[in-house]
């Protein structure tokens, strides 16, 4: 089994994540964004949408991060991703909620446009527009998440106990660091993110994201 990735890409660092915690058996295979190795043709051959990650297991193939966990979890009999329907279902709706609503004006809106040029609006009032929308969306997503989806209780997303919504979660979230988002008006999230941090790979999976984050400290972001 072999999964193509990028170790500052936000959805390949999910999988990363889940893999050093399970200690899932698996060929990692970086694609190098920054020297546009996944615009290749040997690479667009594979995936024609040319992002990452994806999983290649013998003939099968999956380029979608949340389809990629669920399948990773169900392979190998993870207990966060438990059999019981409707406990499925919830973590289901928390990596769709995630992935729609949420990551779409975070990532796309508020971060992604302030850091790559190919997605920098073409004109500077479209670019503080856009800034605008995804942060304004963000702050509303943030305190659905914080006051209505963890709550005071939840140590993670779905309960007490880590599931795979919390390996595709918790690397969005962390993605607005790179901008120095400050979660401490949403006591819940810095909990649970906390919580993630504290887990034993989660540093390590990070590292490459850290240094670019690193790379960019003496920059100005709008930020939340």
Known sequence: MKIYYHPVSTTSRMLMLFAAETDLKADFKVVDLFTGEHLQPAYAALNPSCMVPMLEDGDFRLTESSA?????????????YPADLRKRAKINEMMDWLNTQFYRDYGYGLIYPQLFPHLRRPSDELQAG???????????????????????????????????????????????????????????????????KARTNWAKVHQAFNDLAASVKDATFESI
């Open 68 to 80: 990629i966990l669920k399948y990773l979890a169900e392979k190998t009999g993870s207990p966060a």
């Open 130 to 196: 856009t800034i605008a929308w995804g942060k304004d969306k963000a702050k509303g997503w943030l305190k659905i998440l914080d006051e209505k989806l963890i709550g005071p209780k939840n140590a993670y997303l779905c309960g007490s106990e880590v599931t795979i919504a919390d390996y595709f979660g918790a690397p969005i979230l962390a993605a607005g660091e790179i901008i120095r988002c400050n979660f401490s008006a949403y006591p819940n999230i810095t909990r649970w993110l906390n919580n993630m």
